[in-house]
């Protein structure tokens, strides 16, 4: 496993089931990541300085998720020169509806790349994050290359009917 490249943030613990495939996809791409678990609302100070610190321990992408008034990625976007995806989580109150707008609309100067709410997110941030690394890393690169030829090759494989 490489060092730890990708930051994953996400704000309540509860969030854990819906990131594992994130943690899953990164794993089988061997990037190498680090989990917290950090409330923009309850824990901001903490928020601001993990974002800040980001960059200097080594970290290349910011992954946040979070759900309801889900201003995570937002905050950690206005404190890090990294680039942040944010993974909208589903909620029973709106569906999620509300943590897709807080996620994506951004003020102006402060982009966070946002995916989608439910099982598609959290798994398409890890390989957006893996993208992002692979424009400084051949190797890395090679990977998206290979996994995407695979799964190329699958829906073709799949889309003969006898």
């Given at each position: 496993m490489s060092n730890k490249q990708v930051l994953i943030v996400m704000g309540s613990r509860s969030d854990l089931p819906a990131m594992e495939s994130c943690m899953k996809q990164?794993?089988?791409?061997e990037i190498g990541y680090e989990v917290r678990v950090l409330s923009a609302h309850r824990t901001p100070q903490a928020v601001l300085k993990l974002s800040s610190e980001a960059k200097d321990r080594g970290i290349k992408v910011i992954i946040a998720a979070a759900g309801g008034a889900a201003h995570l990625a937002g905050v950690i976007a206005s404190?890090?020169?990294?680039?942040?995806?944010?993974?909208?989580?589903?909620?029973?109150?709106?569906?999620?509806?509300?943590?897709?707008?807080?996620?994506?609309?951004?003020?102006?100067?402060?982009?966070?790349?946002?995916v989608a709410i439910g099982k598609a997110g959290p798994k398409n941030a890890a390989i957006l994050a893996v993208q992002m690394i692979g424009l400084a890393d051949a190797s890395v690169q090679q990977k998206i290359i290979d996994f995407k030829k695979a799964q190329a090759d699958k829906v073709l494989a799949d889309s003969v009917v006898e």
């Open positions: 990164l794993d089988e791409f404190s890090t020169p990294l680039p942040v995806i944010g993974i909208p989580i589903q909620t029973s109150a709106l569906g999620g509806m509300d943590s897709l707008l807080s996620t994506v609309q951004m003020p102006s100067g402060v982009p966070v790349a946002t």
